[in-house]
């Protein structure tokens, strides 16, 4: 089969699963009001001249005129659940495919703010889980999970690779950021860092960003109180108040929990927690499970929500394939996160 004509998929994977998730989770339908757009590469994903179908997306941010998302090849996970169905007949073709995926690199998927439509998809150096982008003006920035760093890609050279239509991005810098890194976003001046676990509470670190001779330095300032496993965060304004949502996910089966609060952010200091108790709690909201990020476009106020559980290794397996799933990016207004405000 001549392979090379072969193109990372777009478009919507599971539709019937979107309409009943939307009908389970009448949320849903509330943060995917103003647009959707499917998440590129759940079904094949193009990297390093290389084809993979268990990319699994992660972080999400917007960058400019690019919405920017996170995915890695999940290929352990995968071929676990295929290996679990091989004695009760499973899938041996898929399997026997599996057993000879090679890990592939992670990637950034690229898509048109304007017209929704993928345009690029660039691979990273390395293999990261990548949970987690943000984008604070000049750098990117990729959240590393259990390395506890944090890559900066330069804003310039993605663009360069984009223009292009695929390739390779380099990490200016990596950072050791001293804590789990498990999602980033950006708010004011500062970037946030997920510093969160699965059994105890954890954190959102603040740092400033300083640009030494074109080398991003971290320096922290600032700490919130995050649940127990927090896959993303959102800050943002309206009015004059700021307001925090944090998504919590806790498998496949279970629903994701959001929270919700009203933060004062000057009570944010530097060697100090502020904790969720001492923020106006607003109530949570219900979604479908394996929710990551969500984040606002600071231009237009767009609010992007990303979900991991139409990637194959969690959809597309026999045995226990995840009850509600979401295919695509759901775009909102932030009021629809903050309707009694
Ligand atoms: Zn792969």
Redesign the pocket.
């Known amino acids: 089969m001549d392979t090379s004509k072969l193109k990372t998929s777009t478009g919507f994977r599971y539709e019937n699963a979107f309409e009943n998730a939307v009908e389970k989770f009448p949320t849903l339908a509330r943060i995917s009001s103003a647009a959707t757009f499917g998440i590129p590469g759940l079904a094949l994903t193009k990297v390093d001249e290389g084809l ?1 179908e ?2 699994t997306p992660q972080g999400i941010c917007v960058a400019g005129p690019y919405v920017l998302i996170t995915a890695y ?1 999940n ?1 352990n996970k995968y071929r676990e659940e295929l290996e679990k169905h091989a004695t009760k007949g499973g899938n041996p073709s898929k399997l026997e495919a599996a057993r000879n ?1 090679k ?2 690199k992670s990637v950034i998927y690229v898509v048109d703010k304007e017209s929704l439509e993928h345009i690029a998809t660039v691979a990273l150096p390395d293999c990261t889980h990548g949970g987690g982008i943000s984008y604070d003006g000049t750098f990117v920035w990729v959240a590393k999970d259990n390395e506890r760093k944090m890559s900066a890609v330069l804003f310039s050279e993605l663009e360069r690779v984009i223009h292009y239509g695929f390739g390779t991005v380099r990490y200016l810098s990596t950072v050791n950021v001293k804590c789990q890194a498990s999602f980033t976003i950006t708010y004011g001046d500062r970037m946030w860092v997920g510093n969160t676990f699965s059994r105890t509470t954890g954190t959102m670190v603040g740092f400033r960003v300083k640009n030494v001779l074109g080398i991003p330095r971290l320096v922290r300032d600032g700490e919130i109180e995050m649940p127990v496993l927090a896959q993303g965060a959102m800050l943002a304004d309206i009015g004059d108040k700021t307001y925090l949502a944090i998504s919590v996910s806790g498998g496949r089966v279970n629903p994701s929990t959001v929270y919700r609060y009203e933060v004062d952010m000057s009570k944010v200091e530097k060697g100090k927690v502020l904790k969720r108790e001492d923020c106006r709690d607003l109530g949570t909201l219900q979604l479908p499970p394996m929710m990551e990020e969500i984040t606002i476009d600071p231009e237009t106020r767009a609010v992007y929500t990303q979900f991991e559980s139409a990637s194959s290794p969690y959809a597309d397996v026999e045995g226990n394939p995840c009850k509600s799933i979401v295919d695509r990016v759901c775009v909102s207004t932030l009021e629809d996160w903050f309707p009694e405000v």
């Open positions: 993979c268990c990319m090849c290929i995926h890990q592939h």
